[in-house]
């Protein structure tokens, strides 16, 4: 098997729960996909093989981005629900006459699967442009059995064809469809029995629900947990986001991967995340979008030892980005994270709110996903907006074309 050595860096290890984990001079071995060794040039064993050598041209190096919350799946812009919303309408009055999601969801149900893939592809190039190794996305935008077949497939057909880790979250549970109109109820019950034969197809990797006003409400999202947990599937949750809603607590009761959003979490939801290992995901692009002004309990998640990640909740109605370094820049000046704790959300608290354990960090043991910048210290990453910083991307030990 080829050993692969890569030098001349100066790596961001994040290995020790504090502090970047700077190594100067720095080089890793790779070996099948996998980091075996890291340290300082000079330490490396004189008699190591070594059967390729990669100059990294003294770049910044990091572990590969991991995107945790995206709905990379759609068709349609709502560009024209933006200049709404700039008049004054609300996003949430705009959901309930008809406009955000479902209209999102006719386009995605009129586009075929190779349209929706062609779509999606050129979103997930522009992630991974900017250094995204890793990337969880939701279905939610078909909301009928076919159509979020359609969209899972198409997620799993982007990971067969780049070089990219794909988790798949099914969130049938986003929006009630028009035809299930005052019949939320049954629209859940046909939530569940999709999602069994969903399973069987292997298109589900996680499950996920709007806990909301405008969504479901706490015994319909009790509900959908039940069927995933019954075939021992992870939970997660869109929780809290517009109004406190006691979804957090519910989803760390079953043991929840992650809750979402959070702006209106209190300190009961925080215990709760800290108490089970909840992983908190914000999402400052939808907070900005919407202009809303009610923060994420960044403090209270800190104290608690609540893990905290971040994401880009790509999706055309409330964070059309495709930017995960503005998205490290708006954790920082909006919720006032720290460059450092940016970083971390952005790749190993990203990869646990998948339930991935073995990436988000540059350690032996680990995958060799790695990202090289053009910068010359690693809270550069947050400073920036608008730059492209990215030099070059690294899946599982080798360089990835766009
Ligand atoms: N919360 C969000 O921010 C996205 N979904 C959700 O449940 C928005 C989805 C959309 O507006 O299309
Ligand atoms: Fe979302």
């Not at 009630?176 to 049954?186: G, I, N, T």
């Not at 503005?326 to 460059?339: G, H, V």
Request: hydrophobic letters at 45%.
């Amino acid at each position: 098997m080829t050993i692969a050595l890569w030098k001349n860096a100066r790596l961001v290890t994040l290995s020790s729960s504090t502090g970047w984990g700077i190594v100067d001079d720095g080089a890793m071995l790779t070996e099948r996909g996998m980091i075996r060794w890291v340290g300082a040039l000079g330490d490396l064993p004189q008699d190591q093989r070594v059967d390729e050598a990669h100059d990294l041209g003294g770049a910044v190096v990091t572990p590969g981005l991991v995107d945790c919350h995206t709905h990379l799946v759609y068709a349609g812009a709502r560009a024209a629900e933006f200049e709404l919303r700039l008049q004054g309408a609300s996003y949430e009055a705009i959901a309930r006459a008809g406009g955000g999601i479902r209209s999102t969801v006719a386009a995605t149900r009129a586009a075929s699967g190779e349209r929706l893939y062609l779509l999606a592809l050129d979103r997930l190039n522009a992630l991974q442009a900017e250094g995204v190794t890793t990337i969880e996305i939701k279905s939610g935008y078909g909301l009928t059995e076919r159509d979020e077949a359609k969209c899972l497939r198409v997620a799993r057909r982007l990971a067969r064809e780049r070089p990219v880790t794909v988790r798949t979250t099914y969130l049938a549970a986003h929006a009630l469809p028009p035809e299930f109109e005052h019949r939320d109820d049954a629209y859940i019950d046909a939530v569940c029995e999709w999602l069994t034969g969903l399973h069987v197809e292997r298109l589900v990797d996680a499950v996920d629900a709007f806990c909301e006003r405008i969504g479901f409400s706490l015994a319909q999202t009790q509900r959908v947990f039940d069927r995933a947990k019954s075939l021992g599937l992870p939970v997660k949750l869109h929780a809290e986001q517009l109004s406190d809603m006691g979804g957090t607590a519910l989803a760390a009761r079953y043991d929840a991967l992650s809750c979402d959003h959070l702006e209106y979490a209190n300190d009961d939801a925080v215990r709760a995340m800290a108490e089970r290992g909840t992983v908190a995901v914000l999402l400052p692009g939808a907070y900005y979008f919407l202009r809303e002004t009610k923060l994420p309990p960044v403090q209270a998640l800190r104290d608690a030892g609540v893990p905290i990640a971040i994401a880009t909740d790509h999706n055309p109605g409330t964070s059309p980005t495709l930017s995960p370094l503005l998205i490290m820049n708006m954790a920082c000046t909006l919720f006032r994270l720290t460059p450092e704790e940016a970083l971390r959300g952005m790749t190993m608290n990203g990869a646990r709110a998948l339930g991935l354990h073995d990436r988000g960090v540059l350690a032996p043991g680990m995958r060799a996903d790695f990202v090289a910048w053009d910068v010359e210290h690693p809270n550069e990453l947050a400073y920036w907006f608008g730059r492209r910083a990215c030099r070059q991307v690294v899946v599982a030990g080798h360089a990835v074309r766009s």
